[in-house]
């Protein structure tokens, strides 16, 4: 199943005026606040009635302006993963997801309890209430609730926001699986770019009610030009692949041939993955540097050199891994007289490839665009 959008609407302060199509798997929806994210989102739950526009899950309508239908939003077979899990406090885990399971139609019912609490490792919390569960495993509880519902859609609105970063990194890969083994669409919400890198099946970056950039996460976060959660969230996508653990503490990967180190993850050798490199972690070289600290060393071509009006500039590196991303400053380039077509080396800190940045690799076919 896919989601195909198009919206018209007009607010205090902004105008939305776009179109995408959000195919199976985990489409983000990422921009500043008040770029148009949760007006698109109270579009498909049907909590708001756009002046104009469509929007359909294949065959099914959820709203059509032109052709005046309009799916009331209980028949609408959505899933909604808020900030919070917003669970019945006075129902146990077990209560909450049959709830969910209450409101599926009969002949639609699809996904197995058994099989999403297991999936979520929540079999040991099925007779506890809210109150004694921890802010991590009442969104998994809240993701099993929506699954249950049998949705044609997930909307999953920032879910991550109210928690810490071991929370995150708790919750993460379960939307990982959530993305792999579910076929219907989700709309996701987000300011994170780590959370973009590790989840994306496809981007739509959001400015000023506008699609700025729609694609790939690989693509659209390795484009200078896109910088929605500001520069310091800019940073290169690359595919690589497990490639030995050593007894150091280190993990090696293969990114095309080239090495990689970073601290130890818990994937097996030979598992695919996706790592999110900063630009700011990055440093560059003409000459291949000698004497250092850092493992990783990337040789490459210098693609491109985007200045903005500060002192920075972002140098977009073609290497053997993939585009690297350099946040440097312009002095920086002059010194080293950077220009298109020059060959130079990229310098990554070891450490700075932490496991936020890591992720499981979304199957061939499901990448979008």
């Known amino acids: ?78 899933g909604y993963i808020f900030q919070e899990g917003r669970l019945f406090p006075h129902l146990t885990v077990r209560q909450n997801l049959a709830y969910g399971r209450w409101f599926a139609p009969r002949a639609s019912r699809r996904e197995d309890p058994g099989k999403v609490v297991e999936m979520l490792g929540i079999g040991h919390l099925l007779d506890r209430r809210p109150a004694l569960l921890s802010g991590g495993e009442k969104q998994r509880v809240a993701i099993g609730r929506a699954l249950l519902a049998s949705p044609r ?18 919750i993460l890969p379960y939307f990982e699986r959530l993305r792999d083994e579910i076929s219907v669409p989700v709309l996701y919400v987000t300011h994170s770019a780590d959370e973009v890198a590790r989840l994306a099946t496809s981007v739509v970056v959001l400015n000023d009610g506008k699609v700025q950039r729609h694609g790939p996460a690989s693509e659209v976060l390795s484009d200078p030009s896109v910088a929605p959660a500001g520069v ?23 990114a095309g041939g080239a090495c990689l180190f970073l601290p130890r993850i818990p994937h097996r050798v030979g598992e695919t ?69 020059q060959r130079c080396h990229a310098v990554i800190k070891t450490v700075a490839l932490s496991p936020q940045n890591v992720g499981g690799h979304i199957p061939e076919g499901a990448s979008g665009g």
């Open 1 to 78: 199943m896919s989601l195909s959008v198009r919206l018209q609407h007009s607010l205090p302060g902004i105008s939305l005026d776009l179109s995408f199509d959000a195919p199976p798997g985990v489409t983000v929806l990422f921009g500043r606040s008040g770029s148009g994210k949760t007006t698109i989102v109270n579009a498909a739950a049907g909590l708001l009635r756009p002046e104009a526009g469509r929007m359909a899950i294949d065959d099914w309508v959820l709203f059509d302006t032109e052709k005046n239908r309009w799916l009331p939003p209980h028949r609408r077979r959505l």
């Open 232 to 254: 310091r969230a800019i940073g290169a996508v690359l595919q690589v692949r497990v490639a030995a653990h050593h007894s150091d503490g280190l993990t090696q990967l293969d």
């Open 273 to 341: 993955l996706r790592i999110r490199i900063p630009a700011q972690e990055v440093i560059l070289s003409l000459a291949k540097p000698q004497g250092l600290s850092a493992l990783n060393i990337l040789e490459g071509t210098v693609e491109a050199i985007r200045s903005g009006d500060g002192p920075g500039a972002i140098v977009s590196v073609r290497s053997a891994a993939g585009v690297v991303l350099a946040r440097v400053t312009r002095r920086s380039v002059s010194a080293l007289g950077l220009k298109e077509g």
């Open 153 to 170: 859609l997930i909307l999953a609105d920032e879910p991550l926001a109210s928690l810490d970063a071991a929370r995150k990194a708790e």
